[in-house]
């Protein structure tokens, strides 16, 4: 009788303890990238359409025009920047936001929300805990997205701006972020060309294609060819560094060094990139 006991109780516990695990209706997703030097991601709930219709104003759309929505499915949707950025133009500092939305025909509201910790509970929004409040344009798709969908894309050549975009049925949104990270660089140089000399050539390029000081970018650039001498790629960006300081005779001699120097490494890159910077030398 006790060994029956026993058996029972483990099957008991066996069948409290096993889970059934089966895919969920609304999966969860994460996307993410870098923008410039800062982080950025973005973490929701993806419900499906399932042939219902999701926006608009009839009495069964998913997601009444005009009425505040989670932006996502169960809990919401989260955004982190790991840095203070811009969004829409309004600052907006480092740390986790929820994203909450008031969707429309043509133009949809859109909040970035504090207190992370109410997640998709709309009831409990204050408008207090707003760390942004803008519109933006909504846009009809061509093709129909079935899943919701959040991208971040569109970044630009200097990496200092992005836009997230919101995909779902036939609607997109987008709202764009801005980075300043010059501050971080300009701390990195000072930081680390105490360390390795090596750095003056990053250093220098960087104030070289920021409109930094040209004489600066001079001094280190020397030292990064006095480490280096036969580098033709640091030779390339002193003959930059001299053309843009007015020193045309000194950026055409470091040139044609820097061309030498790439045909013995059998480059044909930096050869063709010095053969065009020669051409604005002579």
Same mark, same amino acid.
């Given at each position: 009788?006790?060994?029956? *006991?026993?058996?029972?109780?483990?099957?008991?516990?066996?069948?409290?303890?096993?889970?059934?695990v089966t895919p969920q209706p609304s999966p969860a997703g994460s996307v993410s990238t870098v923008v410039g030097?800062?982080?950025?991601?973005?973490?929701?709930?993806?419900?499906?359409?399932?042939?219902?219709?999701?926006?608009?104003?009839?009495?069964?759309?998913?997601?009444? +025009?005009?009425?505040i929505w989670r932006t996502g499915a169960n809990s919401g949707t989260k955004i982190i920047f790991g840095d203070?950025?811009?969004?829409?133009?309004?600052?907006?500092?480092?740390?986790?936001?929820?994203?909450?939305?008031?969707?429309?025909? @043509?133009?949809?509201?859109?909040?970035? &929300?504090?207190?992370?910790?109410?997640?998709?509970?709309?009831?409990?929004?204050?408008?207090?805990?707003?760390?942004?409040? %803008?519109?933006?344009?909504?846009?009809?798709?061509?093709?129909?997205?079935?899943?919701?969908? %959040?991208?971040?894309?569109?970044?630009?050549?200097?990496?200092?701006?992005?836009?997230?975009? *919101?995909?779902?049925?036939?609607?997109?949104?987008? %709202?764009?972020?801005?980075?300043?990270?010059? /501050?971080?660089?300009?701390?990195?140089?000072?930081? +680390?060309?105490?360390?390795?000399?090596?750095?003056?050539?990053?250093?220098?390029? &960087?104030?070289?294609? +920021?409109?930094?000081?040209?004489?600066? /970018?001079?001094?280190?650039?020397?030292?990064?060819?006095? /480490?280096?001498? @036969?580098? %033709?790629?640091?030779?390339?960006?002193?003959?930059?560094?001299?053309?843009?300081?007015?020193?045309?005779?000194?950026?055409?001699? @470091?040139?044609?060094?820097?061309?030498?120097?790439?045909?013995?490494?059998?480059?044909?890159?930096?050869?063709?990139?010095?053969?065009?910077?020669?051409?604005?030398?002579?």
């Amino acid at each position: 009788m006790k060994k029956v *006991l026993i058996l029972a109780l483990m099957v008991a516990f066996v069948a409290a303890e096993a889970q059934v695990v089966t895919p969920q209706p609304s999966p969860a997703g994460s996307v993410s990238t870098v923008v410039g030097l800062t982080d950025v991601r973005i973490d929701y709930f993806r419900p499906r359409v399932k042939g219902r219709k999701i926006f608009g104003t009839d009495a069964s759309v998913v997601v009444p +025009n005009g009425q505040i929505w989670r932006t996502g499915a169960n809990s919401g949707t989260k955004i982190i920047f790991g840095d203070d950025v811009k969004v829409e133009g309004i600052a907006v500092p480092k740390g986790e936001y929820l994203i909450f939305s008031w969707p429309g025909a @043509t133009e949809w509201t859109i909040a970035l &929300y504090k207190d992370v910790k109410i997640g998709g509970n709309t009831g409990a929004y204050d408008k207090a805990q707003e760390a942004a409040n %803008f519109k933006v344009k909504a846009e009809k798709l061509t093709e129909k997205v079935e899943v919701l969908t %959040f991208n971040i894309g569109d970044i630009s050549d200097d990496s200092k701006s992005a836009k997230v975009q *919101l995909a779902w049925e036939n609607t997109s949104v987008k %709202f764009g972020i801005t980075v300043d990270y010059d /501050a971080k660089v300009m701390k990195s140089i000072e930081a +680390n060309t105490k360390v390795n000399p090596n750095n003056y050539f990053n250093a220098a390029v &960087y104030y070289l294609e +920021n409109g930094k000081d040209l004489k600066q /970018a001079s001094e280190w650039i020397d030292k990064a060819v006095a /480490a280096n001498p @036969t580098a %033709f790629w640091i030779l390339y960006q002193k003959a930059r560094i001299q053309k843009a300081n007015g020193d045309k005779a000194g950026a055409l001699a @470091t040139s044609k060094a820097s061309w030498e120097e790439a045909k013995k490494a059998n480059n044909r890159d930096y050869m063709m990139m010095n053969e065009e910077l020669q051409k604005g030398l002579k």
